[in-house]
C-alpha cells in the first residue's frame, strides 16, 4: 500500500483531498 493511497483514504475519510498534497 502506497502512502499515497493512505492519505487519499484518509482525505476521504476527513473530506478534503491530500492526496495532492
Known amino acids: 500500500m502506497h502512502p499515497h493511497a493512505y492519505l487519499a483514504a484518509?482525505?476521504?475519510k476527513?473530506?478534503?483531498n491530500t492526496?495532492?498534497?
Do not use: A, D, P, R
Open 14 to 16: 476527513l473530506g478534503n
Open 19 to 21: 492526496e495532492t498534497h
Open 10 to 12: 484518509n482525505s476521504s
